[in-house]
Nanobody, 119 residues
Framework: VQLQASGGGLVQPGGSLRLSCAAS????????MGWYRQAPGKQRELVAAITSGGSANYADSVKGRFTISRDNAKNTVYLQMNSLKPEDTAVYYCNARSLDTVVAGTSWWGQGTQVTVSS
């Protein structure tokens, strides 16, 4: 499985960005997908995850501001980020799993995409 993430960039506080992650290769192996982020000097953390059936969960810090979705026909997962804050600044990574959970199973990672929230 290969994952190609895109959509990062520089945005002002309060702004929006949409990240995309397209999967290719053995896509039949993929069930859950998610987005993680890692800020400088911090551990990588789960931002949002979505099962193959579309059930989503979010980190408390992004609830109400971020929305994860997936288009199974396009093998793509999205992260719509609204009301961005400076503390959302991080490298965002796409993740796919062989099980319908992001805490187990074979894991595949995309390259990171930088999101910078600054005025």
């Amino acid at each position: 499985v290969q994952l190609q993430a895109s959509g990062g960039g520089l945005v002002q506080p309060g702004g929006s960005l949409r990240l995309s992650c397209a999967a290719s290769g053995s896509i039949f192996s993929i069930n859950a997908m998610g987005w993680y982020r890692q800020a400088p000097g911090k551990q990588r953390e789960l931002v949002a995850a979505i099962t193959s059936g579309g059930s989503a969960n979010y980190a408390d810090s992004v609830k109400g501001r971020f929305t994860i979705s997936r288009d199974n026909a396009k093998n793509t997962v999205y992260l719509q980020m609204n009301s961005l804050k400076p503390e959302d600044t991080a490298v965002y990574y796409c993740n796919a799993r062989s099980l319908d959970t992001v805490v187990a199973g074979t894991s595949w990672w995309g390259q990171g995409t930088q999101v910078t929230v600054s005025s």
